[in-house]
């Protein structure tokens, strides 16, 4: 529920203990009835909804919620969500960019202005800071699933143009034309993954203070805590311990 989805990393390695379950539980199901609206209901034929399916699985939703969420998009015709985008800077001027899926987009606007403004930042007008950014698939898995130099292999074979590990995360990263393409290759092998989905990748990355660190991320918690955004993405070099500093 995403530098390049810096979140999403810090989300796994910090675990999801600081997080309320049923607010992560909202976000998941309400991709997967987004994705069950706009196409078809069976996940074999819509990737879209497999990811979303995928992503649901990883936090251990039950398989009842996951079967409610692609009902909902027949049951609620009428409900229909807003996938919006919303560009700024936040504290230490560090360019944002944070996805939403909505409802109500006057709710959505007002509340994540007032998060901005809160925290010393300013919402901005569409381009203001996308242009920092690329768009990229990115796949994650668990190191525990494969190793990394098969990772590596899987990655050069399913035609990704990248592949990066860390102590805890293998990120394939392909062009976003490709991504489902790569991702369907990927799959033969693989069928689990921490996440999966078109990000926003920085093209250069601002490196602060440890203190100023940690200000920038209770900005990300206070965002990502909104029922409304789905993603938040910062062009940040996060180089403290997170897992020690989060967890305090």
């Not at 699985?57 to 969500?81: F, G, Q």
């Not at 920085?202 to 990300?220: D, G, Q, R, Y």
Request: glycine fraction near 6%.
């Amino acid at each position: 529920m995403a530098g390049h989805s810096h979140w999403a990393g810090i989300k796994h390695k910090k675990g999801r203990a600081d997080k309320q379950r049923s607010k992560i539980f909202s976000k998941l199901s309400k991709e997967i009835t987004v994705a069950a609206k706009l196409g078809d209901k069976d996940p074999n034929m819509n990737p879209r909804l497999r990811s979303a399916i995928q992503a649901a699985r990883t936090a251990n939703m039950p398989k009842d919620n996951i079967e409610r969420a692609i009902n909902k998009s027949e049951l609620n015709k009428n409900l229909n969500y807003n996938s919006l985008l919303y560009e700024g800077f936040g504290p230490e001027k560090i360019a944002i960019i944070v996805e939403a899926l909505t409802e109500n987009k006057n709710r959505t606007a007002s509340n994540i202005r007032t998060i901005f403004q809160k925290f010393g930042g300013n919402l901005g007008e569409s381009g203001v800071a996308a242009h920092q950014f690329r768009q990229k698939g990115v796949i994650k898995i668990d190191k525990n699933k494969i190793s990394d130099n098969s990772a590596l292999e899987l990655a050069i074979n399913s035609g990704a143009e990248d592949c990066s590990s860390d102590s805890l995360i293998h990120t394939i990263t392909t062009t976003k034309e490709n991504f489902y393409k790569v991702k369907l290759e990927i799959e033969k092998k693989i069928q689990e993954f921490i996440s999966t989905g078109i990000e926003w990748i920085p093209i250069n990355k601002i490196s602060l203070n440890k203190e100023k660190t940690l200000s920038v991320l209770n900005f990300f918690e206070t965002l990502e805590d909104d029922d409304d955004v789905q993603h938040v993405y910062a062009n940040i070099d996060i180089k403290i311990n997170l897992s020690e500093e989060l967890s305090r």
